[in-house]
C-alpha cells in the first residue's frame, strides 16, 4: 500500500468509527439520557428551559421519550453513515462523498439554528460543533480522493 493510500485508509477508518462512536453516543441518548454522561447537556436545558426548576414527572416523561426518539434516530442515521464509509466511500464513489457532506450539514445547520432560535446555545457547543469536526474532518481530508 502506497503512501496516499494508507493516507486514505486512515481517513476512511476514521469517518467509520467516529460513526460507530456516535452510534454509542445515540444508545446513551436514548435509553441513558439521565444518567452523568448527559448531566452538564441537562443541566443547561433544563436551565434554558425551565428555569433551573426540577422537573415534574410528567415532564421528564416528556423529555425521556425525546431523547428515546432522538437517540434512535441518531443511531440509524450513523448506521446508514458507516455502511457508506465501509462500502460506497471506501471505494472513492463521489456521490458517498456528496452524500455524507450533505447529510451532516444539514443536520448540522437545521439543528444549530433551531438550538440558536430557542437559545440553546450549549447544544450548539456541547454535541453540534464536536459531532461536525469529529466527522467533517475526514471528509475534508479526504476530498482530493473524490475530485
Known sequence: MNREDKCFYFWQKWLTYA???TIGIGLLV???????????HNKYTIEVFFDGQTLNHETMALKNW???IIGGTIVGFHILMVMISENSFKKKELWAYQAMWLALLS???IDS??????????NIIIINLF???????????????FY
Open 30 to 40: 436514548a435509553f441513558a439520557g439521565n444518567s452523568w454522561v448527559f448531566d452538564l
Open 113 to 122: 439554528s433551531i438550538s440558536m432560535y430557542y437559545k440553546a446555545i450549549h
Open 131 to 145: 459531532a461536525l469536526i469529529l466527522i467533517g474532518l475526514p471528509l475534508v481530508m479526504t476530498r482530493k480522493y
Open 19 to 21: 460513526n460507530v462512536l
Open 107 to 109: 443536520w448540522f445547520l
Open 66 to 68: 425525546l431523547f428515546g
